[in-house]
């Protein structure tokens, strides 16, 4: 030890030792004048088989630099007296697990005019401190003491403690203290949290009055809480959830506080018991909106509607199903899923229709008629229209035969439309039936109101009653309202008429002036997209 304290080290720490001096005085460190840099000085575990304590003689006179000091774990049951005086820059000190108690840390025989003036942070834990009332009173000696450590002790509480407001963290953990209160009122706590209360399991009264706390938590535990004051803070709202853990409250003062006047405060206003807030309803006045500032809590009244969520998932659930329905069903009615897919095809068209004009400058239409047809119809097709057309050297575009494979239906209608000088429809009641050939009767229509000219041919296969149209043919019933129509004769000697006619009005699309100046006359009016 003498080489040691001639030397400049700083810090010196005597770990797990086991002491053995067999001397009268002890161990006696030296006392010399090279120590004035040691700052720091640990005894941490001294283990003896003496019959009497360890002896160890320190002269604080050359130890006015220590910063740190610790003694634990070595039987120490008195403290010097000029331990507390005697080293004005110690800021830590730790006793802990020793034999102290309450009279052998402050000594009754000891006087001084100064206790640890630097001293931030000190620890007594697992000692035998017994009196709180005693300890919170001698903390006020200590001027600069932030941290003090009372766990693991015999702590109990006698009487009002009053701890020194430059103290910022107690503990007393691992304390049978009973039933008792903690005042901490006009202390500027901004939180309380459930960690600051787990050490106090039989807390009955917690006094929080004017300080800053903006919000209650949630998950607080204080089983064995009685009374709680949280008036004068800053708490907006107080909720069912903050007394989930406070089953045995009986007293609440939260007055004075900024309440907002939302849904936030629908369960105070309509649920909380009232007989246990003492202040109610004087000090509970509405701070937001600014609508309702100054208003009396107790006379604000909160939406039944707008602040259950559960009530407007009830209510919201069954409309919406109801809206969905009324929608769905006219969805169904007006043929929605139709008109959809019309709107679809249309975009379609138009975006076509944005092509150069140019490319059909020099084209001509490739058949003489596309024949749009029920597949119902297919075999008065097969058998009757296209031997007596194709045999007088027409041609025709016929859907089962001449679209091209691969290529979606939309786009085979358009082309086959386009390329055709005029389109026979051929209407049955299997016709109107069927949703392809309405397609094929809107894309045709298009078609002559673009060139302006006639190219619509209808053949009436067997009467269709009016009352039967669905309601997209509509727009056939107006056509055959206006134009000619060829209704197949049952009559043979009538057929030779018919089949003259349509060939008569197909043939004059082998005029090739008339191709071209039809095929210019699409050019100019709607340009659509050929292969």
Known sequence: MNNVFRSKLQQVAFVNITYNEDTPDGLQLPSVNHTRNFQSLIFNGVHHYQYKYPIINVSLDNLSNLTYLKFSGTGLNISPCNLISDLPLLETLDVSDNLLDDTGFWWPSCSY???????????????????????????????????????????????????????????????????????LSKTGITVITREALLPFPRLTHLLLSYNSIKVLPVNIHAPTLLTLHVDENAITSISKENFGALPKLQTL?????????????????????????????????????????????????????????????????????????????????????????????????????????????????????????????????????????????????????????????????????????KTLFVLSKSFVQSEWCNYELVFAQHKEISVHQDSLVFILLEPIPPDSLPKKFLKLQNLLRRQTYLEWPKDERKMHFFWSSIKSMLHTGDRSMVLKDVAEGIADTLPLLTD
Request: glycine share 4%; proline share 5%; charged share 15%.
């Open 113 to 183: 005019t100064s206790a640890f003036p630097k001293l931030t942070h000190l620890s007594l834990s697992h000692n035998r401190f017994e009196n709180l009332a005693f300890i919170s009173a001698k903390t006020h000696q200590m001027k600069a003491l932030q941290s003090l450590d009372l766990s693991f002790n015999s702590i109990q509480i006698h009487d009002k403690c009053r701890w020194p407001a430059h103290l910022t963290r107690l503990s007393l953990r691992h304390n049978n203290l009973g039933n008792y209160w903690i005042d």
């Open 253 to 421: 003062k939260a007055g004075n506080n900024p309440f907002s006047c939302t849904c936030d405060s629908y369960w105070l206003v309509n649920f909380l018991n009232k007989s246990i807030l003492t202040d109610w309803p004087l000090d509970y006045v509405c701070n937001f909106p600014p609508s309702l500032t100054g208003l009396p809590l107790a006379r604000y009244v909160p939406g039944e509607v707008s602040c259950q969520m559960w009530l407007q998932a009830t209510i919201a659930i069954p409309v919406t199903f109801i809206i969905i329905g009324i929608l769905g069903l006219t969805f169904h009615v007006c043929d929605g899923v139709w008109y959809t897919k019309m709107l679809w095809v249309w975009i379609r068209v138009k975006r076509r229709g944005r092509k150069k004009a140019d490319r059909l400058k020099n084209v001509s239409f490739r058949y003489h008629a596309f024949v749009s047809y029920s597949n119902m119809d297919s075999s008065w097709v097969e058998s009757q229209l296209v031997p007596s057309l194709e045999g007088a050297g027409l041609s025709l575009c016929i859907h089962e035969r001449d679209f091209v494979p691969g290529e979606w239906i939309m786009d085979n209608i358009i082309n086959s439309v386009e390329a055709s000088y």
